[in-house]
């Protein structure tokens, strides 16, 4: 009898790569731990996985391929391509996800044939790799300079709002000038400011690139830090959930009159549809707005206002060629277009440009 090739299991591999990640013995190209967000990702990813398993009634198996025949490597390159059909219909239908979620799933589980074959050395193909899922990026939704200008300026809006929504404001504008994330932004400490005889600067290293970031702090930002002082003890602001912070500056927003309708589009197999609300309803601009329209709003600013893109993306903590920064530049090309044809508008329609009238 001819001797059967051996095999893994996928799900029983994946709990080992899930306890190596955890226990530090598995660590990034950096060298750094894998954090506790992305161990939780691999452990979503794999309950998933057993699901799916269940619902078929089946083991999902990896071929050890040494030595092996073409007739072996052509069914495993079928088997690959039935199991990346199959599982990708259970996350839609099943879990009614969309493609950035389904294609998070499928990054995970080429990162854990990678560690199988990089790692591990088993010789397992290379099929993972035409596991792709379509993707649409939307353009993200951002506050514009005269929006920012408006919550920082208005004094008349600002004493309207009540002691809640001032601290969100004041949290809220914090982060649409220093570009952090939500994480790094909540754990900023005083000893984070450096004074010069003339400038304050932020100095910290990022939690998830480690990279360190010194960004110079104009007034109005000074003027929050004094503002919170004793509320938030040790920290530079006073400390909230991302929950929290989200209900609290979409009321913002809606205070402040953007409440126009902005569908909200998403990816679904390739293709962009509208998502709507829970009562059924296209989606108000201030209904965008969570604690990670800071940082977008921080990066689209900086870019408008004329600061190279190399500096911005020392200061946003992105790598260069990063696609996800390049969203940030498409955004703020979009809005200075707008204002340049705003200025050829007025140079054909306005009945009189001359320098007395300019100059006033």
């Not at 220093?178 to 909540?186: E, I, K």
């Not at 829970?278 to 709003?297: C, L, Q, S, V």
């Amino acid at each position: 009898m001819k001797k059967q090739a051996p095999q893994l299991l996928l799900s029983e591999h994946m709990h080992h790569f899930i306890k190596a990640s955890s226990s530090g013995r598995r660590l990034t190209q950096s060298g750094k731990r894998i954090s506790k967000g992305t161990i939780a990702n691999y452990t979503y990813a794999l309950r998933l996985i057993e699901e799916f398993e269940n619902k078929y009634e089946m083991k999902i198996r990896i071929q050890l391929l040494h030595r092996t025949s073409m007739r072996i490597l052509k069914r495993e390159k079928n088997y690959w391509s039935r199991f990346f059909k199959q599982f990708s219909s259970f996350l839609y239908k099943e879990k009614c996800y969309y493609d950035n979620y389904v294609s998070n799933v499928f990054k995970i589980l080429k990162t854990f044939f990678n560690y199988l074959q990089q790692e591990k050395g088993y010789i397992v193909g290379n099929y993972h790799k035409s596991f792709r899922v379509p993707l649409m990026q939307s353009a993200p939704v951002v506050i514009y300079p005269w929006q920012l200008q408006f919550l920082i300026t208005n004094k008349n809006f600002e004493e309207s709002l009540n002691p809640f929504l001032k601290r969100a404001r004041d949290i809220f504008i914090f982060g649409c000038t220093v570009a952090l994330r939500f994480s790094d932004l909540m754990n900023l400490r005083k000893t984070n400011l450096v004074q010069t005889e003339t400038e304050t600067f932020l100095t910290l290293f990022t939690q998830k690139t480690n990279s360190e970031i010194k960004v110079p702090l104009p007034e109005h930002v000074l003027d929050i830090i004094k503002r919170n002082r004793r509320k938030s003890g040790k920290f530079l602001l006073p400390r909230l959930s991302s929950t929290n912070l989200n209900l609290q500056i979409k009321k913002l927003i809606k205070l402040a009159g953007w409440d126009n309708t902005l569908p909200k589009n998403i990816s679904l197999k390739g293709k962009m549809v509208e998502l709507k609300s829970e009562t059924g309803n296209t989606w108000k601009f201030y209904e965008h707005i969570t604690a990670h329209t800071m940082r977008r709003t921080a990066i689209t600013t900086l870019l408008i206002m004329g600061v190279p893109e190399n500096i911005v993306r020392k200061i946003s903590g992105h790598a260069p060629g990063s696609k996800e920064f390049y969203k940030y530049v498409s955004i703020a090309q979009e809005y200075l277009n707008f204002e340049v044809k705003k200025a050829f508008k007025k140079l054909i329609e306005s009945p009189d440009i001359s320098p007395l009238k300019i100059s006033a």
